[in-house]
């Protein structure tokens, strides 16, 4: 009876032996998912920042600008009759190059490049072209500068100029 005493014991031993064994595999596998779990997007993150590399800048934000006041403007509004008018004042924003400056001067024997001229026909065509919902409105601003900035950069490439106008400011504006 002592050998069938001492069986049971050894049942036991070899029986808590194998749970053991599968508590740490089933411990070591719910570890190891959680770190796969982590790891994996902090791994794409990584991977993709560094295939990415640093975002290069576009040539205008590398360019230094120059301001360039085109002075103050009185159009009659668009189907008005000519009781109403604008009186705004204009700034131009654009790429520091000389030969782009020198059209906004007036045409000299000394500045054969100037086109103030033109481009100030061409700016009072577009304001005299528009009603007054197409300047009353914030967004109509927006869509009057936008459409200026296109022109004059036309204007100045059928010369062959070098440099870009940026962007157009109103910093008077007056409807009356």
């Known amino acids: 009876m002592s050998e069938e005493a001492e069986n049971p014991e050894v049942e036991e031993e070899k029986d ?9 595999m089933v411990m070591a596998l719910v570890i190891m998912s959680v770190l796969v779990m982590i790891l994996t997007p902090v791994i794409c993150i990584y991977t993709i920042k ?16 120059i301001t ?10 668009a189907e008005t009759n000519g009781t109403r008018y604008v009186q705004m004042s204009i700034v131009f924003e654009m790429t520091d ?13 000394t500045n054969p490049q100037g086109q103030l001229s ?8 577009i304001i005299g072209d528009k009603n007054l919902n197409a300047l009353s409105s914030k967004e109509a601003k927006a869509k009057l500068s ?4 296109i022109v ?20 008077t504006f007056l409807i009356q």
């Open 97 to 109: 190059e000389g030969p782009l400056k020198s059209q906004f001067d007036a045409k000299t024997p």
């Open 152 to 171: 004059v950069n036309n204007l100045v490439k059928k010369e062959e100029i070098t440099g870009t106008v940026v962007d157009v400011y109103f910093p």
């Open 118 to 125: 033109k481009i100030k026909a061409e700016v009072i065509q």
């Open 50 to 65: 560094s295939m990415m590399g640093k975002p290069k800048l576009t040539p205008l934000e590398t360019q230094s600008t």
């Open 68 to 77: 360039v006041e085109f002075g103050e403007i009185q159009v009659n509004i």
């Open 16 to 24: 808590s032996k194998p749970k053991d064994n599968t508590k740490l």
């Open 146 to 149: 936008n459409e200026i900035r």
